[in-house]
């Protein structure tokens, strides 16, 4: 799904205790935040947030190219709906780690 400049939502991203994989997040995440709220954190889901598996599945590709990773998202072990913005920061940094232990 595909956005317009004039569909997006303001959200606005947590300006505290936020490091860069929570900031890069958030600013993919903007794209598809489909509600007004802007109270976001770690534990908000992606059903609070209206963010539905499809864009899941696209979240995931754009973090795996913002982060020049490969994320090992699997679907069938937790479901989108309750899926956190923690869980996804967390999938993230095991992500890198993995990339620097290898590099």
């Given amino acids: 799904m595909v956005l317009s400049a004039a569909d997006l939502v303001p959200v606005q991203i947590p300006s505290t205790g936020g490091d860069d994989v929570e900031r890069g997040l958030f600013q993919i995440l ?3 935040i489909k509600t007004e ?4 954190n ?3 889901t992606m059903a609070e947030a209206q963010i539905d598996s ?3 599945v696209e979240v ?5 190219d913002q982060f ?3 994320i090992k998202f699997n679907a069938n072990a937790k479901s989108a ?3 956190t913005f923690g869980d996804v920061v ?4 095991s992500a890198l780690a993995a990339n620097a232990r290898t590099a």
């Fill in 37 to 40: 709220d802007a109270n976001w």
């Fill in 54 to 56: 499809l864009d899941l």
């Fill in 60 to 64: 995931i590709f754009e973090i795996e």
């Fill in 90 to 93: 967390d999938l993230i940094r």
């Fill in 68 to 70: 020049e990773v490969e």
């Fill in 81 to 83: 709906d309750e899926t």
């Fill in 42 to 44: 770690a534990s908000t």
């Fill in 30 to 32: 903007r794209k598809y």
